[in-house]
């Protein structure tokens, strides 16, 4: 499947901003089942400075000056992406226990790149609430792959879908407490429980592509940017799984960079300087389907 | 010494196990002995003044206020055996330089973790470990500058090392002034001894920026970037800057652009290639670090990635002082050294690993317990001096989060004699923190030779039994001497000599840019001293007056004073401008919230808050609190003799904070001191400062300010015609305050009218304190100030100055005091003051957007993924 996405950022300040510096994650990154095949990121205002380069997890980083004065910046990611299915699932796999093991006595690189994603990190807790939470998917002796769907079952018929409710900031606790969420919530939340079992999950950020209702006409722009996590299964690989719609994922997620969290890979951060006290945002993603000649 | 006895069970520096004195502490004994108790008190005395000169503080929070505590040194050195020190000297240096290659591994390939040396989670799982800081493969990168090394001695008389220092390590600079200070109070026995001198080891680091920074630099400029007036260090990042000759400045005085760090000067950005920093490392760029962080540099870290910059230590280097990684460095030095690791720290157990937690939890009551990310004001917990029910749950805390904890051997460092209240000895633990510079080429990867400081900084407890000794507690602090084996030279920072000639002549860099950030706070003292010398001429006025008898029949003194006091009150309008808007806060037009407004009655009451009432704007005390904070802001800027006076005058600052006088005659004596300092103050900056930028803006706040307040003053006091009687009174207070009543007297004799005192008040250049004598002087450091843009035009600062002398010039001294007789109002002179006013307030509104004003930082919103997307 080949998709064209743009993501278009918009920021509006109420007073001039002299200056800003950026880090964008909105290159899509190649993975074992996606090549990014082009993409271009524009600014305006023009940048006055450009970097790329790969982070610490491999993801593309672009980051980038903007002069002012200026009021308004838009920031758009156009890119063209061949995405297919994963590999099937295993049949059976390691059992939990058996992936817990090998996560922490197994020196092999594999295992130690997979360690990186075993602990807390600055928006996914490992408290007792989380292991509390996560306990029941994780039953004894059970295959991880089992386990982890099971994990992802729940926290789909657990949990409220709800804009606005939290922030990226909203710690899992009060995710826990209220059940409700956005799909970066429910991709935290995930994570925290497979890493408060000792085991390795990373947080994935990309787009979805959506149906339109049925009888109606795909709007442009009306998408948005998702999130869900991946899980490493020893033997086998890492399997990414999407709870906010129960669902492995497949050739429909395109993805656009993995860390430890949100934070290691927001679509967008930096310092203004300027800028008076309060800005808005808006968003607009659209994720088009392309149909490819064959050759 | 003879009182002096060791406690039982461990060593003692002083006294061998048979109560003997040791042998190389016979010379320091000898003369101990010979000053008696009252001698060691009054040398302990001695330091403590000289340390208070010297402004040296450090700062602890209490209650989420920064306090600033004096530092304090006792008289008796702790004193080294130089074969023993050459030993501890090659073990903290291989300490060091293991330190140094695991940061390098950590940040590169982690084959400590690869090889099972390192449990990932002690790096992985540790906010310390920045990975934006990871695989910066540069030669040089990443590789440590400066480390520290805490060390005792145990009970069998080894060295173990307590903690190690890796990022921004402290105590350089208080080690320095311990020395500074003791050798001056023990001369003799400081020469005597032969002790080591420092100089080298400060010259090694200048070497070694010369070699951190991008090849093709000549002529490094380093600054030194401190967090700020605040941080608990705060006092040696100045002192430091000022003995290494480096600019001390904040993250803000620092802009990245065009792949460069780059210096806020007055003269506009001056490149940088060296930071030494004193920000901890997760708060250094608030672009790829703590994005809340307002003291580091955005995009700092990019910079340091291109090789365009060296951060001295590297950014990264915290996660070198986790306990967990401090207990698993005897298994890495044969991996990456070769070696055994020669300096050990006390047994350890890290509780991430099931041993540990059992072996933790089981000797729970006889170790101490450290978190792996200590936070501030988190110690080290010993659990047996804890209650049942909190020991229970520091165990259930350690259960719940094993990983978060090591446990770690009780160490009973040895004791040293240290002066007690009555003056005797009495044996005191002691850690000595030894400090260790990178000493030789950093292109390659392998292992680097490290130089020590002979000696370091020792701090004692303050009990026997102590088993936690830092700066924050009540314990005080040592000179260490290390007796040289050679006669020692008097050595300089810069210039080789003697036995140190090996390696390149160091010069100190061209004279460093003035940051703006400085150039404000220099203003701001100008300002504030001036201030708080025109509030005490003022008072003392009025003092005299409520001293003379008010006359009989007629009350022209009772209403004179009357008016003084409300002038005292519109004169009272100071406010220091704001250092961190966009947007200057106009300066006290208006009498501020809490200041006088017209027509008050002159009881004492209101009188006394104009002096002492923190709360009050433009008070004297709120003005001198101004005056010393800024002082302690601008401190690598001052000489010693200008410090001196400081902190008089924050002592007296002090005693009129901590027991306000409740009647003016108390205030008398005290008044009278202060305003001796402020005068002094005042000469010593006149006579002793170089007339470099930092003095035109400190100058130029004390004109801007004498010639604003002196308008005020005299349109509040002069624009109402009063009576014959009441009117010469306040013109003669009017002249004493400002110092002008003889010579007014000289030339006009006693008559004392208005036009007189204008002219020599306002118009007579000639006369220091007359209001064209300031702007004339401002005018003329204006124009010497470095230009933001093209040199053709007037600046508006200069514009605005010229505009308000021009309008004084074009009227005079006669038409200002000719009275209206309709209105019984001088209406020239209120029209012209309140304009040139105003045009003074322009100005400080125009110098603070030019040169001071530092942009507000905001965090950049990501574009977060708000809708998760429907069912597909």
Same mark, same amino acid.
Request: proline fraction near 7%.
């Given at each position: 499947m080949r998709y064209r996405i743009e993501h278009r950022t918009g920021y509006h300040y109420d007073a001039p901003v002299s200056r800003c510096r950026n880090e964008a994650h909105l290159r899509p990154r190649d993975t074992d089942r996606q090549v990014c095949v082009w993409s271009d990121l524009v600014v305006d205002p023009a940048p006055t400075g450009w970097n790329e380069r790969t982070d610490f997890y491999g993801n593309p980083v672009a980051s980038f000056v903007v002069d002012g004065p200026f009021v308004e910046m838009t920031v758009t990611a156009t890119s063209l992406v061949d995405v297919v299915d994963g590999d099937p699932l295993p049949a059976v796999g390691p059992g939990w226990h058996e992936a817990l093991d090998l996560l922490t006595n197994d020196l092999s690189p594999e295992m130690l790149d997979a360690r990186e994603f075993c602990f807390e990190s600055p928006l996914v807790s490992t408290a007792k609430v989380v292991r509390d939470y996560a306990e029941p998917s994780f039953v004894e002796g059970a295959p991880l792959v089992d386990a982890v769907t099971a994990l992802m079952e729940r926290i789909h018929a657990d949990f409220v879908y709800d804009p606005g409710f939290t922030t990226v900031t909203t710690p899992l606790d009060e995710v826990l407490q209220h059940r409700r969420g956005v799909c970066q919530d429910f991709a935290h939340l995930a994570v925290g429980c497979v890493r408060s079992m000792g085991l390795a999950a990373r947080y994935v950020s990309g787009y979805l592509e959506t149906a339109p209702p049925p009888g109606e006409e795909r709007l442009v722009g009306a998408d948005a940017s998702h999130a869900w996590l991946s899980v490493f299964v020893p033997g086998w690989g890492w399997l990414d799984l999407d709870p906010t719609n129960d669902k492995i994922v497949g050739s429909t997620y395109v993805t656009t960079a993995w860390g430890r969290d949100y934070a290691d890979v927001s679509p967008l951060k930096g310092i203004v300087f300027g800028g008076g006290n309060s800005h808005f945002l808006d968003v607009a993603v659209d994720v088009h389907r392309v149909e490819v000649e064959p050759t | 010494m003879a009182g002096y006895h060791a406690p039982p069970g461990r060593t003692d520096e002083f006294l061998d196990a048979d109560g003997a004195v040791r042998t190389r502490w016979k010379q320091v004994a000898d003369a101990v002995d010979g000053y008696g108790r009252d001698g060691l008190l009054s040398r302990r005395d001695e330091l403590a003044r000289l340390l208070r000169n010297e402004g040296a503080t450090y700062n602890v929070a209490v209650d989420g206020h920064s306090l600033r505590r004096p530092w304090t040194l006792d008289p008796v050195p702790l004193v080294l055996d130089p074969f023993e020190w050459a030993g501890l000297e090659r073990a903290v240096a291989q300490r060091s330089a293991l330190l140094d290659l695991v940061n390098a591994d950590l940040y590169g390939d982690r084959t400590l973790v690869a090889r099972g040396l390192v449990p990932a989670e002690v790096v992985l799982g540790? #906010?310390?470990?920045?990975? #934006?800081? !990871?695989?910066? %493969?540069? #030669?040089? !990168?990443?590789?440590?500058f400066l480390t520290a090394v805490d060390v005792v001695r145990e009970a069998a008389g080894g060295f173990r090392a307590v903690a190690d220092r890796a990022q921004a390590p402290s105590g350089l600079g208080y080690s320095l002034v311990n020395r500074s200070v003791l050798s001056r109070v023990l001369p003799t026995l400081h020469r005597g001894a032969g002790v080591e001198r420092q100089a080298g080891f400060f010259r090694a680091i200048r070497a070694g920026i010369a070699r951190a920074v991008p090849d093709d630099v000549d002529e490094p400029r380093v600054v030194i970037m401190t967090p700020g007036p605040l941080s608990e260090t705060y006092f040696e990042h100045a002192y430091l800057a000022s003995f290494l000759g480096y600019p001390l400045v904040e993250g803000r005085d620092l802009v990245v652009q065009n792949n460069r760090v780059w210096l806020r000067s007055l003269a506009g950005l001056d490149p940088v290639d060296a930071v030494i920093r004193r920000v901890d490392d997760r708060w250094c760029d608030p672009v790829e670090l703590r994005a809340d962080s307002l003291l580091g540099v955005p995009g700092l870290l990019e910079v340091v990635r291109r090789g365009r910059v060296a951060v001295l230590n590297p950014l990264g280097a915290g996660i070198l002082e986790s306990p967990a990684l401090a207990g698993l460095l005897a298994g890495m030095a044969p991996a990456l050294l070769g070696e055994e690791l020669a300096l050990r720290g006390p047994e350890s157990w890290w509780c991430g690993r099931p041993d540990g937690l059992s072996h933790v939890l089981a000797g729970f009551d006889d170790l101490l317990l450290l978190p792996v990310q200590p936070a501030a004001g988190t110690r080290p917990v010993r659990p047996l001096l804890l209650a049942t029910a909190e020991r229970a749950a520091l165990r259930d805390r350690v259960r719940a989060r094993p990983g978060d904890w090591v446990g770690q051997e009780i160490l009973a460092p040895s004791t040293v004699p240290t002066v007690g209240d009555g003056g005797g000895l009495v044996p005191r633990p002691a850690v000595l923190r030894t400090f260790a510079v990178a000493d030789g080429p950093a292109d390659g990867f392998g292992a680097r030779d490290f130089r020590l400081l002979p000696g370091g900084l020792t701090r004692v407890g !303050? /009990?026997?039994?102590?088993?936690v000794i830092s700066s924050r507690g009540d314990g005080t602090s040592k000179d260490t001497w290390v007796a040289s084996a050679e006669p020692a030279f008097q050595q300089s920072p810069w210039l080789p000599s003697g036995r140190a000639a090996s390696g390149p002549v160091i010069v100190p860099e061209l004279p460093a840019a003035l940051p703006g950030r400085l150039a404000a706070r220099l203003f701001t003292m100008g300002r504030s001293a001036e201030h708080a010398e025109l509030v005490v001429r003022l008072i003392r006025t009025v003092l005299a007056r409520l001293d003379q008898p008010l006359g009989s029949g007629d009350d022209g003194g009772a209403q004179s004073l009357q008016v003084l006091l409300s002038a005292l009150g519109s004169a009272s309008g100071f406010t220091p401008a704001p250092e961190d808007e966009d947007l200057p806060v106009p300066d006290g037009d208006a009498p501020g919230p809490g200041s006088l407004a017209e027509g008050v009655l002159p009881n004492d009451r209101t009188a006394l808050a104009l002096l002492? @009432? /923190?709360?009050?704007?433009?008070?004297l005390v709120s003005t001198l609190g101004v005056l010393v904070e800024a002082a302690y802001s601008v401190r690598e800027q001052l000489s010693a003799d200008t410090w001196q006076l400081v902190s008089d005058i924050e002592e007296e600052l002090g005693l009129f904070r901590r027991r306000p006088p409740t009647q003016f005659v108390g205030a008398q004596p005290s008044l009278l001191r202060l305003q001796r300092s402020l005068l002094a103050l005042s000469g010593v900056c006149a006579e002793n400062m170089e007339r470099d930028p930092a003095w035109l803006f400190l100058d130029g706040g004390r004109r801007l300010e004498r010639a604003r307040s002196l308008v005020r003053l005299l349109r509040s006091v002069l624009v109402e015609k009063r009576s014959g009687v009441v009117e010469d009174l306040l013109v003669e207070s009017l002249l004493t305050t400002s110092e002008s009543l003889i010579i007014f007297r000289r030339r006009a004799g006693s008559i004392l009218h208005v036009s007189g005192a204008l002219d020599l008040?306002?118009? @007579?250049?000639? %006369?220091?304190?007359s209001v064209l004598f300031q702007l004339d002087r401002l005018v003329a450091h204006l124009a010497e100030l470095p230009k933001r843009s093209s040199a053709q035009r007037l600046g508006n600062e200069e514009r605005l100055a010229l505009e308000a002398t021009t309008l004084l010039r074009l009227t005079d001294h006669d038409r200002l005091a000719a009275v209206d007789p309709g209105t019984g109002r001088r209406s020239e002179l209120d029209s012209v003051f309140a304009t040139v006013d105003s045009l003074l307030g322009d100005l400080l509104d125009s110098l603070q957007r030019t040169y001071f004003a530092h942009e507000r930082l905001s965090v950049l919103a990501g574009g977060q993924p708000e809708v998760g997307g429907g069912a597909t």
């Amino acid at each position: 499947m080949r998709y064209r996405i743009e993501h278009r950022t918009g920021y509006h300040y109420d007073a001039p901003v002299s200056r800003c510096r950026n880090e964008a994650h909105l290159r899509p990154r190649d993975t074992d089942r996606q090549v990014c095949v082009w993409s271009d990121l524009v600014v305006d205002p023009a940048p006055t400075g450009w970097n790329e380069r790969t982070d610490f997890y491999g993801n593309p980083v672009a980051s980038f000056v903007v002069d002012g004065p200026f009021v308004e910046m838009t920031v758009t990611a156009t890119s063209l992406v061949d995405v297919v299915d994963g590999d099937p699932l295993p049949a059976v796999g390691p059992g939990w226990h058996e992936a817990l093991d090998l996560l922490t006595n197994d020196l092999s690189p594999e295992m130690l790149d997979a360690r990186e994603f075993c602990f807390e990190s600055p928006l996914v807790s490992t408290a007792k609430v989380v292991r509390d939470y996560a306990e029941p998917s994780f039953v004894e002796g059970a295959p991880l792959v089992d386990a982890v769907t099971a994990l992802m079952e729940r926290i789909h018929a657990d949990f409220v879908y709800d804009p606005g409710f939290t922030t990226v900031t909203t710690p899992l606790d009060e995710v826990l407490q209220h059940r409700r969420g956005v799909c970066q919530d429910f991709a935290h939340l995930a994570v925290g429980c497979v890493r408060s079992m000792g085991l390795a999950a990373r947080y994935v950020s990309g787009y979805l592509e959506t149906a339109p209702p049925p009888g109606e006409e795909r709007l442009v722009g009306a998408d948005a940017s998702h999130a869900w996590l991946s899980v490493f299964v020893p033997g086998w690989g890492w399997l990414d799984l999407d709870p906010t719609n129960d669902k492995i994922v497949g050739s429909t997620y395109v993805t656009t960079a993995w860390g430890r969290d949100y934070a290691d890979v927001s679509p967008l951060k930096g310092i203004v300087f300027g800028g008076g006290n309060s800005h808005f945002l808006d968003v607009a993603v659209d994720v088009h389907r392309v149909e490819v000649e064959p050759t | 010494m003879a009182g002096y006895h060791a406690p039982p069970g461990r060593t003692d520096e002083f006294l061998d196990a048979d109560g003997a004195v040791r042998t190389r502490w016979k010379q320091v004994a000898d003369a101990v002995d010979g000053y008696g108790r009252d001698g060691l008190l009054s040398r302990r005395d001695e330091l403590a003044r000289l340390l208070r000169n010297e402004g040296a503080t450090y700062n602890v929070a209490v209650d989420g206020h920064s306090l600033r505590r004096p530092w304090t040194l006792d008289p008796v050195p702790l004193v080294l055996d130089p074969f023993e020190w050459a030993g501890l000297e090659r073990a903290v240096a291989q300490r060091s330089a293991l330190l140094d290659l695991v940061n390098a591994d950590l940040y590169g390939d982690r084959t400590l973790v690869a090889r099972g040396l390192v449990p990932a989670e002690v790096v992985l799982g540790h #906010p310390a470990f920045l990975r #934006p800081c !990871a695989g910066i %493969n540069r #030669p040089g !990168a990443n590789r440590l500058f400066l480390t520290a090394v805490d060390v005792v001695r145990e009970a069998a008389g080894g060295f173990r090392a307590v903690a190690d220092r890796a990022q921004a390590p402290s105590g350089l600079g208080y080690s320095l002034v311990n020395r500074s200070v003791l050798s001056r109070v023990l001369p003799t026995l400081h020469r005597g001894a032969g002790v080591e001198r420092q100089a080298g080891f400060f010259r090694a680091i200048r070497a070694g920026i010369a070699r951190a920074v991008p090849d093709d630099v000549d002529e490094p400029r380093v600054v030194i970037m401190t967090p700020g007036p605040l941080s608990e260090t705060y006092f040696e990042h100045a002192y430091l800057a000022s003995f290494l000759g480096y600019p001390l400045v904040e993250g803000r005085d620092l802009v990245v652009q065009n792949n460069r760090v780059w210096l806020r000067s007055l003269a506009g950005l001056d490149p940088v290639d060296a930071v030494i920093r004193r920000v901890d490392d997760r708060w250094c760029d608030p672009v790829e670090l703590r994005a809340d962080s307002l003291l580091g540099v955005p995009g700092l870290l990019e910079v340091v990635r291109r090789g365009r910059v060296a951060v001295l230590n590297p950014l990264g280097a915290g996660i070198l002082e986790s306990p967990a990684l401090a207990g698993l460095l005897a298994g890495m030095a044969p991996a990456l050294l070769g070696e055994e690791l020669a300096l050990r720290g006390p047994e350890s157990w890290w509780c991430g690993r099931p041993d540990g937690l059992s072996h933790v939890l089981a000797g729970f009551d006889d170790l101490l317990l450290l978190p792996v990310q200590p936070a501030a004001g988190t110690r080290p917990v010993r659990p047996l001096l804890l209650a049942t029910a909190e020991r229970a749950a520091l165990r259930d805390r350690v259960r719940a989060r094993p990983g978060d904890w090591v446990g770690q051997e009780i160490l009973a460092p040895s004791t040293v004699p240290t002066v007690g209240d009555g003056g005797g000895l009495v044996p005191r633990p002691a850690v000595l923190r030894t400090f260790a510079v990178a000493d030789g080429p950093a292109d390659g990867f392998g292992a680097r030779d490290f130089r020590l400081l002979p000696g370091g900084l020792t701090r004692v407890g !303050a /009990e026997t039994d102590s088993l936690v000794i830092s700066s924050r507690g009540d314990g005080t602090s040592k000179d260490t001497w290390v007796a040289s084996a050679e006669p020692a030279f008097q050595q300089s920072p810069w210039l080789p000599s003697g036995r140190a000639a090996s390696g390149p002549v160091i010069v100190p860099e061209l004279p460093a840019a003035l940051p703006g950030r400085l150039a404000a706070r220099l203003f701001t003292m100008g300002r504030s001293a001036e201030h708080a010398e025109l509030v005490v001429r003022l008072i003392r006025t009025v003092l005299a007056r409520l001293d003379q008898p008010l006359g009989s029949g007629d009350d022209g003194g009772a209403q004179s004073l009357q008016v003084l006091l409300s002038a005292l009150g519109s004169a009272s309008g100071f406010t220091p401008a704001p250092e961190d808007e966009d947007l200057p806060v106009p300066d006290g037009d208006a009498p501020g919230p809490g200041s006088l407004a017209e027509g008050v009655l002159p009881n004492d009451r209101t009188a006394l808050a104009l002096l002492f @009432d /923190e709360g009050v704007q433009g008070s004297l005390v709120s003005t001198l609190g101004v005056l010393v904070e800024a002082a302690y802001s601008v401190r690598e800027q001052l000489s010693a003799d200008t410090w001196q006076l400081v902190s008089d005058i924050e002592e007296e600052l002090g005693l009129f904070r901590r027991r306000p006088p409740t009647q003016f005659v108390g205030a008398q004596p005290s008044l009278l001191r202060l305003q001796r300092s402020l005068l002094a103050l005042s000469g010593v900056c006149a006579e002793n400062m170089e007339r470099d930028p930092a003095w035109l803006f400190l100058d130029g706040g004390r004109r801007l300010e004498r010639a604003r307040s002196l308008v005020r003053l005299l349109r509040s006091v002069l624009v109402e015609k009063r009576s014959g009687v009441v009117e010469d009174l306040l013109v003669e207070s009017l002249l004493t305050t400002s110092e002008s009543l003889i010579i007014f007297r000289r030339r006009a004799g006693s008559i004392l009218h208005v036009s007189g005192a204008l002219d020599l008040l306002v118009y @007579d250049v000639a %006369n220091p304190r007359s209001v064209l004598f300031q702007l004339d002087r401002l005018v003329a450091h204006l124009a010497e100030l470095p230009k933001r843009s093209s040199a053709q035009r007037l600046g508006n600062e200069e514009r605005l100055a010229l505009e308000a002398t021009t309008l004084l010039r074009l009227t005079d001294h006669d038409r200002l005091a000719a009275v209206d007789p309709g209105t019984g109002r001088r209406s020239e002179l209120d029209s012209v003051f309140a304009t040139v006013d105003s045009l003074l307030g322009d100005l400080l509104d125009s110098l603070q957007r030019t040169y001071f004003a530092h942009e507000r930082l905001s965090v950049l919103a990501g574009g977060q993924p708000e809708v998760g997307g429907g069912a597909t």
